[in-house]
């Protein structure tokens, strides 16, 4: 018998779902603190956070603890593996579009933007890390956005940390980046959908993580447009192929929403990207109609 736990942090659904009930109780207050230690080191609208004081001293070597160290380093990984379309150097990208506060501001509003001043490019190389003094620096005009790869980080860290110290199997879900671990019967039984609790469809997950990435969930209005959150570094804008949403599978939440989030960006290579890579998934256009990839579960259904 399993026992869950539901509750809103990060502007977003978050679940956990233990085997063992009687882990319920410490799981979710170790959730709730790497939450919030997370949130300490990469939060963007967290004046105090270790990135924002990163981004306000752009320039310098600013010293960090080692969380963001973590956090950074995975980052700059997700960025190498996908040749820079997952970047962390999105940040004054993101502003540009609108982007300048938490979501639940600006979700659906008409957003003023300088629509005469064309965004740069985002360069991940220009991160400098200094593991040894434990400084990160990035130059002048340079912003860090640590959100494509934190929230699944920590998705991935909860569950296995879970599972190793309660013996339990786990599931962690948060806003869409979903990991599990530990032991389990049966398989995960996990609802694939847009938006939390919008329409969709159910897959049995037994290892590794899923990840939503979606031009839907996170949106607002601009005089020049509609716009959302995922940037196309190579522009500086928000990614305008036909995918609205994709849905990986992949051995780690962080995979997942790294592979995820490159398909959106690459829109119409999406479907070649993610098969040379052998990662299942489920694609879905403005139209609402879904393709799939790979060993994804068969029965998709419109979104």
């Not at 639940?104 to 629509?115: K, M, P, S, V, Y």
Request: aromatic share 4%; hydrophobic share 45%.
């Amino acid at each position: 018998m399993s026992a869950s736990a539901v509750w809103q942090d990060w502007t977003c659904t978050v679940r956990l779902t233990v085997t063992d009930p009687a882990a319920l109780g410490p799981a979710r207050r170790f959730l709730v603190d790497l939450m919030g230690e997370v949130e300490q080191a990469a939060s963007r609208f967290l004046a105090t956070s270790d990135v924002s004081r990163v981004n306000a001293r752009s320039g310098t070597f600013v010293p960090v603890g080692g969380r963001t160290l973590a956090l950074v380093d995975v980052a700059l990984d997700a960025a190498a593996e996908t040749e820079g379309l997952v970047d962390p150097t999105v940040g004054r990208q993101l502003l540009h579009a609108g982007y300048d506060r938490d979501i639940e501001l600006i979700r659906g509003r008409l957003i003023e933007t300088d629509a005469d001043r064309l965004p740069s490019p985002a360069d991940w190389r220009q991160v400098r890390v200094d593991h040894e003094l434990s400084r990160v620096g990035v130059p002048r005009g340079v912003v860090l956005d640590l959100g494509a790869t934190a929230k699944p980080w920590t998705a991935d860290v909860a569950a296995h940390t879970i599972a190793a110290v309660h013996g339990t199997g786990v599931l962690v879900e948060i806003g869409g980046d979903l990991a599990v671990a530990g032991r389990k019967d049966v398989p995960w039984q996990v609802h694939v959908s847009e938006v939390s609790g919008g329409r969709g469809e159910q897959i049995g997950l037994t290892h590794g993580g899923v990840a939503t990435s979606s031009s839907a969930a996170r949106a607002w209005c601009t005089p020049s447009g509609a716009a959302h959150h995922i940037i196309d570094p190579r522009t500086g804008r928000p990614a305008d192929g036909p995918w609205r949403t994709a849905t990986v599978w992949a051995r780690s939440a962080v995979d997942a929403n790294t592979a995820s989030t490159a398909a959106i960006i690459l829109g119409v290579e999406a479907e070649a990207y993610l098969a040379e890579l052998e990662l299942p998934a489920r694609l879905v256009d403005h139209a609402g109609r879904v393709r799939t990839v790979g060993a994804w579960p068969a029965n998709a259904e419109a979104a």
